[in-house]
């Protein structure tokens, strides 16, 4: 069992940027997907990023590309996701995601995961 607590949201103006952190708890193994997702006001919940731990890699969804960063601290099982160049258009509630897995063939669909923290309110003023 895996828990998933997020920090880091706020406001913002455009332009802005922010940092979100996701602590895990439990066991955390090289076989795991973590990402972040976000969903917007009587939007669907969208795939923002997402690495594999074994290896590093990144995928990014292509609204956020050039603009967010998504990085893993293994000391202290801590996921990041640096927001920079914010818009209001990322104004959402953003979710840490996790699953153990050798392949994941959609890293950025939020039916792949199984471990899910509550969430932190970013919020973009123009």
């Known amino acids: 069992q895996v828990q998933l607590v997020e920090s880091g949201g706020g406001s913002v103006q455009a332009g802005g940027s922010l940092r979100l952190s996701c602590a895990a708890f439990?066991?955390?193994?090289?076989?795991?997907?973590m990402a972040w997702f976000r969903q917007a006001p009587g939007k669907e919940r969208e795939g923002v990023s997402s690495?594999?731990?074994?290896?590093?890699?990144?995928v990014y969804a292509d609204s956020v590309k050039g603009r967010f960063t998504c990085s893993l601290d293994n000391a202290k099982n801590t996921l990041y996701l640096d927001l920079d160049s914010l818009q209001p258009e990322d104004t959402a509630m953003y979710y840490c995601?996790?699953?153990?897995?050798?392949?994941?063939?959609?890293?950025?669909?939020?039916?792949?995961?199984?471990?899910w923290g509550r969430g932190a309110q970013v919020t973009v003023s123009s």
């Open positions: 690495i594999y731990i074994s290896d590093g890699t990144t």
């Open positions: 439990g066991y955390i193994g090289s076989m795991m997907y």
């Open positions: 995601a996790a699953v153990y897995a050798v392949r994941l063939s959609r890293r950025l669909s939020q039916d792949e995961y199984k471990f």
